[in-house]
């Protein structure tokens, strides 16, 4: 069974709408850690952002915010106001367990911002 | 400070060479891993350093592929006999090993097996 699944592989939004990026999970460890990298087309992975299972409040950061909903096992990025330079591919993905643990990823969405 | 570096940016090798990757992790950071990712998929994970413990190998997908950390800071992604099935970018995270982790990620390898 797939750990992380983005069922998105493609989106088109126009400059300055947000946009939400789907990220579901399985995972039976109570701790783990789930992150949202954005892949530009020069390959390199930029982290985003990180929601711990035991964080009461969803993350924010800057234009960036994640919609975690621990029951439904899912956990959305949010891009508000975005800008041509969003276009990218975005990776969901988690670490089970705490500390140094491997990631999972999902298989990616490709985001492309219209003028 | 600097982040992770790796090299060489591109490798182009032929069937059957061996080849050697190199990743400079950011320093102080712990914990070092190893990914790779096929053309247009998601990133796959090979094997991962954590301080002085035992390397996570799980990933590794034949006996081709070996990976070293020397001194607690550089390591080396070795593959043997390369196919052409290698040929994939692999990246190089670090971390500094601490509970709400947070994985640093280098340009990554550009690997061609011909």
């Known amino acids: 069974a797939q750990k992380i699944t983005q069922t998105q592989p493609g989106m088109f939004v126009q400059e300055k709408e947000a946009v939400t990026l789907d990220c579901t999970y399985d995972t039976s460890d109570p701790s783990y850690g789930l992150f949202w990298y954005k892949q530009p087309s020069s390959g390199e992975m930029i982290f985003l952002i990180y929601q711990g299972s035991y964080d009461q409040q969803n993350a924010t950061e800057g234009r960036y915010s994640l919609n975690f909903q621990k029951a439904r096992k899912s956990a959305n990025l949010v891009i508000s106001a975005s800008q041509l330079g969003d276009s990218a591919m975005y990776f969901c993905a988690m670490r089970e367990g705490w500390g140094a643990q491997k990631l999972v990823f999902g298989q990616g969405t490709r985001l492309t911002i219209n003028p | 400070g600097a982040g992770v570096s790796q090299s060489p940016s591109n490798k182009v090798t032929e069937k059957g060479k061996d080849v050697e990757l190199r990743c400079d992790p950011i320093s102080g950071h712990t914990a070092l891993y190893w990914y790779r990712q096929s053309l247009g998929q998601g990133l796959e994970f090979l094997i991962y350093?954590?301080?002085?413990?035992?390397?996570?190998k799980s990933g590794l997908p034949s006996d081709r592929f070996s990976a070293e950390r020397t001194g607690g800071s550089v390591s080396t992604l070795t593959i043997q006999r390369t196919q052409q099935e290698d040929s994939a970018v692999y990246l190089c995270?670090?971390?500094?090993?601490?509970?709400?982790?947070?994985?640093?990620f280098g340009p990554g390898t550009r690997l061609l097996v011909l």
């Open positions: 350093f954590q301080g002085n413990s035992a390397p996570d």
């Open positions: 995270a670090s971390s500094m090993g601490l509970a709400r982790e947070t994985q640093y």
